[in-house]
């Protein structure tokens, strides 16, 4: 089985911009969410998707969001762009949220300019 | 409120050598779960463990070892006979009232140097 992906690998972006990451959850797998990564914060949820409802979302501005499709693909958009948003952003997919074990992607590498 | 500590920040280690990594959490709830995963630089996290509060008993994967004491609140983990691959970052994890929503430690850097 494939496991999850995320595209791209890497962004370069400038301050103002936004950007769409993609995950692609691990084939069957309904529930995905959403992680930032930085040295300073460490891991952060940044919000979760089950058959396209957000069920839960972290502690984030407005300026982060998401959606998720109807074959589970899943998006989060970040919009006006800061330098503080440079991260890693981890995808991590499941059956069904009951299920608890999460599976990650290799993360979509963000550097804000 | 939910938090996870590791509080080693970096553990360098000689190959051979058994290293534990320390896991505190702090939660109301009753009912929980307890995960530990790996970051190799590669930057993909792997799961480990998955470990639920009632279940208290220590698990045991090939050089891999679990120690959950719900009276102190720690999930430990044990690498035994260490080896260079076992380079990475492991995160303790705890989640969080919410099936989708881990709240993760800062995580602990272990070098394993041949």
């Known amino acids: 089985k494939a496991g999850v992906t995320q595209t791209p690998r890497y962004l370069i972006k400038t301050r103002g911009q936004q950007v769409t990451l993609s995950c692609s959850p691990i084939?069957?797998?309904?529930?995905v969410s959403w992680y930032q990564q930085t040295p300073g914060q460490g891991l952060q949820f940044l919000f979760e998707y089950f058959s396209e409802t957000q069920r839960n979302k972290g502690n984030f501005p407005g300026r982060f969001s998401g959606r998720q499709f109807s074959n589970s693909r899943s998006e989060m958009n970040v919009s006006t762009l800061e330098l503080g948003d440079s991260a890693l952003y981890l995808c991590a997919s499941m059956p069904a949220p009951t299920t608890y074990e999460q599976y990650f992607g290799p993360g979509t590498r963000l550097t804000v300019t | 409120a939910q938090k996870v500590t590791q509080a080693q920040t970096e553990i360098s280690v000689v190959e051979k050598e058994d290293v534990t990594l320390d896991c505190v959490y702090e939660?109301?709830?009753?009912?929980?779960?307890l995960f530990w995963y790996k970051q190799p630089p590669s930057g993909e996290l792997v799961f480990l463990i998955r470990r639920n509060s009632f279940d208290e008993q220590n698990e045991i994967s090939g050089r891999y070892s679990w120690n959950f004491q719900k009276s102190t609140s720690s999930f430990n983990f044990t690498i035994t006979a260490s080896q260079v691959v076992d380079s990475a970052v492991y995160f303790c994890?705890?989640?969080?009232?919410?099936?989708?929503?881990?709240?993760f430690g800062k995580g602990t850097k272990l070098s394993v140097k041949p």
């Open positions: 939660t109301r709830d009753t009912t929980y779960y």
């Open positions: 994890a705890l989640e969080g009232g919410s099936q989708g929503n881990l709240i």
């Open positions: 084939s069957g797998h309904r529930s």
